[in-house]
């Protein structure tokens, strides 16, 4: 049997505090430490911990090319090989070994920088609940257990060496963005026009034009910027209240400008699934129309392989498509939001995603306000 080391492994030291009872009756200090190795590998997506037999056997066994298990076992021990290959650190070219072998294939497949594979597996929630951890604390509550918070800007200079710059004209734009604000009080029972919802899906996500850059390899004009003029990012809609469309899930195709459905839903099957997506934030839930940012990464990492800046790019796409989104709401008259606290297992699962190949990034959504106050909203007043 021939075996390796996954693609992608970080190991981090944890410290645990206890009271050491001998100690204290002893006289001598009473708290100890106790460190556990933990091991992050992307391709699992989970925990896992380590002794320092298993942590000299990782350090010491290729993660590229293939070994004799027998000759590894003679060098650091059959019992630690053989337990990081059931945990899956140790992968093999044995048919039992499939599983976990193709799960790294697929990481090593996409070209990802590892701390960013690392970062984005590791980060991600799965049925986050207020009830389970999630808190949403108001200002005051969090001035009252952290004390005021840092001040919202700062000054370089001290001694009043500024440049006062003349304030700028009212023009077009300003209409617009003077209206935009963050909705928390959707109209749960509005329903989206088609046409709106049309627009706001063609102009934000939609494609304006296709180039061919290279021969069969193509890119999308659209009215925000992305890194390489990639546009990695799919949009999934979960429809609950939309003119003419069927409750359920949908991918948005961007050139066909069409919804292709994915799953047909009943109106409480889309509003438990909102509130899941959003980890719980009740007051996003009503909006008639949710949008899932997904980030396919070997688009991005195909230009941009193992580069250390490729994760901040797919993150700055979203941001910029989640922004026009928010003009396009503030025109046709809604208050729009945009959430990165979401449920992105949830998700993936609804969606039947691979994490290693698409990335949920946000939730989006928009709709008619209620009117009422019920949560607070931060908009301009003049």
Not at 23 to 46: D, K, M, Y
Not at 172 to 179: E, G, K, P, Y
């Amino acid at each position: 049997m021939q075996i390796r080391r996954c693609a992608v492994l970080f190991v981090e030291p944890r410290e645990d505090l206890d009271v050491d009872w001998a100690a204290l009756f002893s006289g001598r200090g009473a708290i100890g430490a106790t460190v556990q190795w933990i091991a992050l590998a992307p391709h699992l997506g989970e925990e896992v911990a380590v002794d320092a037999a298993e942590l000299a056997a990782l350090g010491g066994i290729s993660l590229t090319l293939w070994q004799d298990r027998v000759a590894c076992e003679s060098q650091f021990g059959a019992r630690p090989v053989g337990r990081l290959l059931e945990l899956g650190l140790l992968l093999s070219d044995a048919p039992e070994g499939a599983a976990l072998r193709e799960r790294d294939e697929v990481l090593r497949s996409q070209h990802w920088r590892p701390l960013s594979a690392t970062i984005h597996m590791f980060s991600r929630w799965a049925d986050m609940r207020v009830d389970k951890g999630m808190q949403f604390p108001s200002f005051e509550e969090l001035v009252d257990n952290y004390g005021t918070p840092p001040g919202p800007t700062i000054d370089r200079r001290g001694d009043g060496q500024t440049i006062v710059l003349p304030q700028p004209e009212r023009a077009r734009l300003d209409d617009t963005l003077f209206q935009r604000y963050t909705g928390r009080n959707f109209d749960q029972q509005a329903v989206l026009p088609l046409a709106t919802a049309s627009r706001l899906l063609q102009r934000a996500f939609g494609s304006q034009g296709e180039r061919e850059m290279a021969p069969d390899a193509y890119v999308l004009k659209k009215l925000s910027p992305s890194a390489g003029g990639l546009h990695p990012t799919e949009v999934y809609v979960l429809a609950q209240r939309v003119q003419g469309i069927a409750p359920g899930l949908y991918h948005y195709q961007p050139v066909r400008h069409a919804l292709e459905p994915l799953q047909e839903m009943a109106p409480a099957e889309t509003e438990e699934l909102a509130l899941r997506m959003v980890a719980d934030q009740d007051w996003f839930q009503p909006a008639p129309m949710l949008v899932v940012l997904v980030t396919r990464v070997e688009r991005n990492f195909w230009k941009y392989r193992n580069h250390a800046k490729a994760y901040r790019a797919v993150l700055l796409d979203a941001g910029h498509l989640s922004q026009t989104f928010y003009l396009l709401a503030t025109e046709a008259g809604m208050p729009a939001f945009v959430t990165a606290a979401v449920n992105e297992i949830d998700i993936e699962r609804a969606l039947g995603l691979d994490p290693l190949k698409d990335m949920v990034v946000a939730v989006c959504g928009c709709g008619p306000a209620s009117g009422a106050q019920n949560t607070v909203e931060l908009r301009y007043e003049e």
